[in-house]
């Protein structure tokens, strides 16, 4: 009796199984994220404490670390309930091997702004040159029209 190891035992057709596509993983996009979108990623669980800082350490250059070093302890991008997601992630190329992007966060109602640079280096790696937030801003109370007052100098000059 000859072993056939090309088909399960108990088979005698000579039919082989059809093309079978790589598994793919929920969630994921049929097509490869481009840099600047991994990036959002990345620095946003940096920036919502998902992540510690030294976790973009081989993805940085220049003073990219120091900014999300100064940035992280204080978790800018962290909301309460809410897990932060990159709601869009927009890039631009201003240079051949640079990109300029800008990603909006959401956490339930708030939405911020992430601004970061990324620079191909001659290993075509990309990494991280420079991170800004929008942080918001608490909104500026104005004095109440009542309690405005304003100061004449006195006459004898004190």
Do not use: K
Not at 19 to 30: D, H, L, M, S, W
Not at 43 to 65: D, K, N
Not at 75 to 89: D, K, N, W
């Amino acid at each position: 009796m000859s072993m056939n190891r090309t088909r399960p035992a108990g088979r005698h057709d000579q039919r082989r199984p059809d093309a079978v596509p790589p598994p793919q993983r929920r969630g994921t996009p049929q097509r490869m994220l481009r840099p600047h979108h991994w990036f959002a990623e990345r620095l946003l669980a940096v920036l919502s404490g998902q992540r510690p800082v030294h976790w973009m350490l081989g993805h940085t250059i220049g003073e990219a670390y120091d900014q999300l070093a100064e940035l992280a302890p204080a978790t800018p991008l962290r909301a309460r309930g809410a897990r932060p997601v990159v709601r869009q992630c927009h890039g631009a190329q201003p240079a051949p091997g640079v990109v300029e992007a800008c990603a909006s966060i959401a956490a339930g109602e708030q939405v911020r702004a992430m601004a970061f640079r990324l620079e191909q280096g001659p290993d075509l790696r990309w990494r991280c040159a420079a991170v800004e937030l929008g942080i918001p801003t608490p909104p500026r109370t104005t004095p109440s029209a009542g309690s405005h007052r304003s100061v004449a100098p006195s006459p004898s000059g004190d």
